[in-house]
């Protein structure tokens, strides 16, 4: 196994319960990946933020065997946008968008929408033209462009229509507006985000520091530290794998590989090499990374968001995180604690600034947003987290598939997991679904197609706002291959 984030450490956990044993090579000193808890001077971070929710059946008992159900709490979901100086609630609200945006450039909005309809953009295959096509150029402007080239570091107009698919559900805003100006008696096709979500008290890598134990408490090894540097293929296999440890080097013979490192990284690895095209996909296709400058404040300037999105171009900061209102076991008492979140490229300017710099920065901008004052931060925490997102570029998937081919063809008992493993936007379920489904393979148990997972066109928190089978889960996500087992669910437990 390659990896102890969420997908190795489901396939490992999933390989003990049929008896079978594995061993678990981390590049990190730490287990859960992205979905880990930084702990610093006893302040507790989640990376990124994690909602623990899911329509599928086998990961929603998969959390609650590995973590007891007194481990989760019960959370509400709050998240607000911050653009032009003003913070529209989000899921959006008719009156406190009206409000903010005011009525003149409210309907200057809708008849945006409406010349979209009429002339859409010739090009659709980037994100500028998707989402303009769908919601018009002005709601581009307003509550797209912005913060999407903070978290992907360039223009939209290079970045994939395949990511703008996936993550945007058909409308936000402008159903707002529409229904506020055009009410009607029955809305009830209108859907709304989630409004409660499971967590564990102490964050989500609590979950996968569990997860370890109990995967060793089976037989099987996790080792920490130990950056995997060579796969030896031959007869069309892998057959062992290479690890760097405490100054040495260790072979580890395999009679399967799975690997949730990122698969540019896992295909050149390989020995014998893998073909020149091959290479130079892997070449091509890229990750960005990211960075949370945590500050602790007092506790009145907390927030009842779960996270701010950041779409003023004024800051470079693209969501503020209150960690408080995460849970209460992560903060210290009459404190909070906030993570700005900044979207950045290894090795750039931001990333390789002092932590000291960071933390001024980040007072700089909470002032300048209007949040915190700058000399009301009390301490500051930097914590880096590389190849956090696979981008989307143009051509991103072609690459990606000249690489999985070869994988196929060459070693068949390479199993790539998770969102680095697939270089897909895989949300922490996805990625232990990818898991489970691989270990059915392996042993026999199913043939499933591990690439159809995450694959559907839409994907959102959200729930219909009147429908018996959602009842509130919160997801239409992930798409489950046939033969799964996996069901809806129709109420968080816990």
């Not at 609630?89 to 003149?104: E, I, Q, T």
């Not at 399967?256 to 690895?269: E, F, G, K, Q, W």
């Amino acid at each position: 196994m390659i990896g102890a984030g969420p997908a190795g450490l489901t396939a490992a956990y999933q390989l003990a319960k049929h008896g079978e044993t594995a061993t678990v090579l981390e590049a990190d000193d730490t287990v859960g990946g992205i979905s880990r808890t930084v702990e610093r001077d006893g302040w507790r971070f989640d990376i990124g933020g994690h909602r623990f929710f899911t329509k599928v059946q086998v990961v929603e008992d998969l959390w609650h065997e590995i973590l007891p159900d007194e481990d989760f709490l019960l959370r509400p979901r709050m998240s607000r946008i911050f653009y032009g100086g003003k913070y529209y609630d989000y899921p959006l609200r008719a009156m406190n968008a009206l409000r903010n945006l005011g009525v003149v450039e409210a309907v200057r909005c809708v008849a945006s929408y409406a010349w979209a309809r009429v002339r859409p953009p010739k090009d659709q295959s980037n994100f500028e033209g998707w989402v303009s096509a769908r919601f018009g150029r002005r709601l581009y402007h307003h509550f797209f462009k912005t913060y999407t080239e903070k978290v992907w570091g360039v223009p939209a107009t290079e970045i994939s229509a395949d990511w703008a698919a996936q993550r945007i559900k058909n409308l936000s805003l402008f159903n707002a507006i529409v229904n506020a100006l055009l009410p009607r008696r029955n809305q009830k096709e209108i859907t709304s985000l989630i409004e409660e979500f499971q967590y564990p008290k102490y964050g989500p890598g609590m979950m996968w520091e569990v997860c370890r134990d109990k995967v060793e408490a089976a037989g099987s090894k996790v080792i920490m530290e130990s950056p995997v540097r060579r796969i030896r293929h031959e007869g069309g296999r892998a057959v062992a794998v290479e690890a760097e440890h405490d100054g040495g080097v260790t072979e580890y013979p395999a009679t399967a590989v799975i690997s949730s490192m990122p698969i540019t990284d896992l295909v050149r690895i390989m020995d014998p090499p893998a073909a020149p095209e091959v290479l130079a996909a892997a070449d091509g296709t890229s990750h960005r990374d990211f960075l949370t400058v945590a500050l602790v404040v007092p506790e009145a300037y907390s927030f009842p968001d779960n996270w701010i999105y950041v779409h003023s171009p004024d800051v470079q900061v693209g969501r503020i995180q209150n960690f408080g209102s995460w849970s209460p076991y992560l903060i210290k008492e009459r404190r909070t604690c906030l993570g700005l979140e900044y979207f950045v490229f290894e090795g750039d300017e931001l990333w390789t600034m002092a932590d000291e710099d960071l933390v001024e920065l980040g007072r700089r901008e909470l002032a300048t947003l209007g949040l915190v004052e700058a000399d009301k931060v009390e301490a500051g925490y930097v914590v880096r987290m590389p190849k956090a997102y696979p981008v989307y570029d143009e051509g991103y998937d072609e690459r990606v598939g000249v690489i999985r081919r070869w994988l196929e063809e060459h070693v068949p008992n390479v199993h790539p997991v998770g969102r680095n493993g697939m270089h897909r936007y895989n949300n922490q379920d996805h990625s232990m679904l990818t898991a489970v489904l691989t270990v059915e393979n392996i042993l026999g148990l199913g043939d499933h197609d591990i690439w159809a997972v995450n694959v559907e066109a839409e994907y959102h928190e959200e729930k219909a706002a009147e429908g018996p089978e959602d009842g509130g889960t919160g997801r239409t996500a992930p798409v489950v291959p046939a033969g799964t087992g996996a069901r809806r669910r129709t109420r968080p437990d816990g």
